[in-house]
């Protein structure tokens, strides 16, 4: 049974989630720091995370947690609703986002996403790593390194660079990525895939404002070159 640590201070909230996931292994915690201690447990396979928590942040647990090298995925689930808050929330090493009121039927549908990339990224490869400019990809530990030191890359932004490599020189279209990626057709907005894009860039180009690796495609999507 896949474990769940639920960071939430809202008691409504947070009750509602117990008993909608029901189906996975619960773990929750109403404060921030505790909720870091709770995340740090390496048997914990998805976190659910509130951005507005007492004592430590939302944003400031996730940005942690991959400082620390862990890659748990993370949903963020917030009601804040401004762009920026969500691509911060990208930067910090979020894997998705889900504001405030949501159905409790697409987090599922979330979860359930995110659960089954992460046991596809756990899959064997051919090769433990993948060299391009001065980063070398390490497929075993899900990060990619540059002169030794881990960018910290999200358990989705690790997973969209894996897919860029194994998809080298090819056009790749946003929608493309979405029904890839994320598994699902009704995520709302390829924007998401621009978000994940932006960070990811920050992360792996020397320029992100002059991208050598992951190169726009006008008006299609992206094309990674070596």
């Not at 089954?116 to 899959?123: N, P």
């Not at 979405?178 to 792996?204: A, E, Q």
Request: hydrophobic share 40%; with cysteine.
């Amino acid at each position: 049974m896949k474990k769940i640590l639920i960071i939430e201070d809202d008691p409504a909230i947070l009750i509602g989630l117990e008993s909608a996931l029901e189906e996975y292994e619960l773990i929750s915690s109403t404060e921030g720091a505790d909720g870091l201690i709770k995340a740090l447990d390496n048997s914990i396979d998805l976190i659910i995370l509130d951005i507005m928590l007492p004592i430590m942040n939302g944003f400031d647990i996730c940005k942690e947690l991959r400082k620390k090298g862990l890659h748990t995925p993370i949903i963020m689930l917030t009601s804040k609703k401004e762009e920026a808050d969500k691509v911060f929330g990208f930067e910090t090493g979020a894997d998705d986002y889900v504001t405030k009121p949501f159905s409790i039927n697409e987090l599922k549908m979330r979860i359930k996403a995110l659960l089954r990339r992460a046991e596809m990224q756990t899959t064997s490869n051919d090769s433990d790593s993948y060299k391009f400019s001065n980063i070398i990809v390490e497929y075993k530990k899900l990060d990619a390194f540059r002169s030794g030191i881990a960018l910290g890359l999200s358990a989705k932004e690790f997973q969209i660079l894996k897919y860029f490599v194994e998809h080298e020189s090819e056009v790749i279209s946003r929608d493309k990525l979405l029904d890839d990626i994320w598994g699902y057709d009704n995520y709302p907005t390829t924007r998401t895939v621009d978000n994940y894009i932006l960070s990811l860039r920050k992360k792996i180009e020397i320029d992100s404002s002059n991208p050598r690796h992951i190169l726009t495609v006008h008006t299609v999507g992206y094309k990674f070159v070596k």
